[in-house]
Nanobody, 123 residues
Framework: QLQLVESGGGLVQSGGSLRLSCAAY????????IGWFRQAPGKEREGVSC????????NYADSVKGRFTISRDNAKITVYLQMNSLKPEDTGVYYC????????????????WGAGTLVTVSS
C-alpha cells in the first residue's frame, strides 16, 4: 500500500519561493505518475503539475508555467514541486497524488492521495 506524505508548506510573502516534497512510504514510486493538486479556500481542487512514471514527461497548469518546476529524485521515492515567484492566488492546500503505470494525472483517476500541506502567500 502506497502512502504519500507532503511537506514544505508554510507562509511566504508574494514573490517568494517554497519547495514542496511528496514522500512515498510502502512502495517505490518507479511505476507511478505523480501529480500536484491544490485547493484554494472556497474553490474546487485543481491540477497544478504532473510528472510521468518515467520522469521524462512533465506538464503544468497555465497559471504556474514558468514559475513552478516538478521533479523526482533518483531513487524515485520523493517528488518535489519548486514554487518560485509565488502569488497570493497560489494560496491553498497542496496535495500530491499517485497513479500507477501512467504518464498523466487526471484528478478522477489518481489512485493514492496525501493529506495535503498548506501554502499561504501574503501580499
Amino acid at each position: 500500500q502506497l502512502q504519500l506524505v507532503e511537506s514544505g508548506g508554510g507562509l511566504v510573502q508574494s514573490g517568494g519561493s517554497l519547495r514542496l516534497s511528496c514522500a512515498a512510504y510502502g512502495v517505490t514510486l518507479d511505476d507511478f505518475a505523480i501529480g500536484w493538486f491544490r485547493q484554494a479556500p472556497g474553490k474546487e481542487r485543481e491540477g497544478v503539475s504532473c510528472i510521468g512514471s518515467s520522469g521524462g514527461s512533465t506538464n503544468y497548469a497555465d497559471s504556474v508555467k514558468g514559475r513552478f518546476t516538478i521533479s523526482r529524485d533518483n531513487a524515485k521515492i520523493t517528488v518535489y514541486l519548486q514554487m518560485n515567484s509565488l502569488k497570493p492566488e497560489d494560496t491553498g492546500v497542496y496535495y500530491c497524488a499517485a497513479r500507477a503505470y501512467s504518464s498523466f494525472c487526471p484528478e478522477y483517476a489518481m489512485d493514492y492521495w496525501g493529506a495535503g500541506t498548506l501554502v499561504t502567500v501574503s501580499s
